[in-house]
T-cell receptor, first 109, second 116 residues
Framework: RKEVEQDPGPFNVPEGATVAFNCTYS??????FFWYRQDCRKEPKLLMS???SGNEDGRFTAQLNRASQYISLLIRDSKLSDSATYLC??????????FGTGTSLTVIP | EPEVTQTPSHQVTQMGQEVILRCVPI?????FYWYRQILGQKVEFLVS????????KSEIFDDQFSVERPDGSNFTLKIRSTKLEDSAMYFC??????????????FGDGTRLSIL
């Protein structure tokens, strides 16, 4: 069973659209959650941590549902520069982090 | 903004040879990691390192692999007797603060390892 699962997409959305990604995790003991973005052949870059109460950073909103074991990322007013692969990352305990396979987003002019 | 640096950016090696991938983590960070990403696949955890010893490792990190912090700044990944399937992008990452607190990691821009 995969630790972290994501819909690989691709999601193709017009500029200005709102798009949401979900990610599920299997281990109920998971402690910390993050969204990273990865551009083609580049390193993952932290987009935002995900807090229990949900959090927002500009056009990006992250939410955590511990009961259902999923986290979500909402992107409002999509920009061309948002085109990337979005990685869900979960820390179960200690210092081992599990990555999802990523969800591909393309924002179309 | 401080960053994690990795060298070389691309390493080409004959199968069976040993390679050493180098990383300089962010200076005040305490936890160091190696990940690999085979082309088109997900990022996979290899090992984490704290206080000069391995704190966690995955099933991938077998006897072929070793890590070392030879001085106060470098963090290296050694792969012995390389195989074709070791071809991947290898990312180093570092994070600050406490074990188990799940501090986000900062990634270097990777070393692309190609085994011929």
């Amino acid at each position: 069973r995969k630790e972290v699962e994501q819909d690989p997409g691709p999601f193709n959305v017009p500029e200005g659209a709102t798009v949401a990604f979900n990610c599920t995790y299997s281990n109920s003991a998971s402690q910390s959650f993050f969204w990273y973005r990865q551009d083609c052949r580049k390193e993952p870059k932290l987009l935002m941590s995900v807090y229990s109460s949900g959090n927002e950073d500009g056009r990006f909103t992250a939410q955590l549902n511990r009961a259902s074991q999923y986290i979500s990322l909402l992107i409002r007013d999509s920009k061309l520069s948002d085109s990337a692969t979005y990685l869900c990352v979960v820390n179960v305990a200690g210092n081992q982090f599990y990555f999802g396979t990523g969800t591909s987003l393309t924002v179309i002019p | 903004e401080p960053e994690v640096t990795q060298t070389p950016s691309h390493q080409v090696t004959q199968m069976g040879q040993e390679v050493i991938l180098r990383c300089v983590p962010i200076s005040n960070h305490l936890y160091f990691y190696w990940y690999r990403q085979i082309l088109g696949q997900k990022v996979e955890f290899l090992v984490s390192f704290y206080n000069n010893e391995i704190s966690e490792k995955s099933e991938i990190f077998d006897d072929q692999f070793s890590v070392e912090r030879p001085d106060g700044s470098n963090f290296t990944l050694k792969i012995r007797s390389t195989k074709l399937e070791d071809s991947a992008m290898y990312f180093c990452a570092s994070s600050e603060a406490l074990r188990g607190s799940g501090q986000p990691q900062h990634f270097g821009d990777g070393t692309r390892l190609s085994i011929l």
